[in-house]
């Protein structure tokens, strides 16, 4: 009778425990959304003390850890959220960048394409590894990637915005000013799409509009716009 008395309470001071720590990990993602990230790994830290088992708060930590610039302490927590929870894509799309962040791109790009695989609707993560393909300097599965979160419905204006840059470079100029100019439509205060679509128009003799884009860029503070303004007008 004791021993089953002894198993009872150990099964409820678990449970208690555990409620404790997703309160803990609550209030985490409470910090999170006031933008309190210190406060956050406090409490993402007060979670897994008081249950080890817990994979949302060592994940939650992870994210935290990166955002803090502690990618090695990051990449140990989702190591061991993906080692338990192997089928997670956004646990593998957070290691990517934690990887790309640690300067490892091929463990990135590896780990986005598993995100993609296990989630094939994550679209961050064909523009994340589009831009790491781009640093490696494939232009083409750089672009591939951006076309394909855009065609599945990325609103982003840095996906418009890094699209038009490798148009631009491959001389796909009337490409690169329609993708600059989306790119402004989601963000209008993007005075680097504005300097970008502004070159463009320059190459293709558009001096107006490029004089307008390079005007309004300067003045949302890119100082470059103001050396080519004096060096072309």
């Not at 338990?84 to 990135?108: C, F, K, S």
Request: hydrophobic share 35%; charged share 20%.
């Amino acid at each position: 009778m004791r021993y089953y008395t002894w198993i009872m309470l150990f099964f409820l001071f678990t449970s208690c425990t555990h409620h404790q720590a997703v309160k803990s990990n609550q209030r985490g993602m409470d910090y999170i959304t006031r933008e309190q990230p210190r406060k956050a790994l406090e409490e993402f830290n007060h979670a897994i003390s008081l249950d080890p088992d817990f994979f949302s708060a060592y994940y939650n930590r992870a994210i935290i850890r990166a955002n803090l610039k502690q990618n090695e302490e990051a990449l140990k927590d989702i190591n061991y959220v993906i080692a338990n929870v192997p089928d997670h894509a956004l646990a593998y799309y957070n290691r990517g960048i934690i990887y790309e962040n640690l300067g490892q791109p091929t463990q990135a790009i590896q780990d986005y394409s598993h995100a993609i695989n296990l989630q094939p609707d994550l679209l961050e993560a064909y523009h994340y590894r589009g831009i790491v393909r781009y640093g490696m300097k494939d232009l083409d599965g750089a672009l591939a990637d951006y076309n394909k979160a855009i065609s599945l419905g990325l609103k982003s204006s840095a996906v418009y915005f890094n699209r038009g840059v490798i148009f631009h470079q491959k001389g796909q100029l009337s490409d690169a000013i329609e993708s600059y100019s989306r790119s402004i439509e989601i963000d209008p205060s993007n005075a680097r799409a504005y300097y970008n679509r502004a070159i463009s128009k320059l190459i293709v003799d558009n001096y107006k509009e490029a004089l307008q884009d390079l005007e309004i860029s300067k003045r949302l503070g890119y100082s470059k716009a103001a050396e080519i303004i004096s060096q072309y007008y």
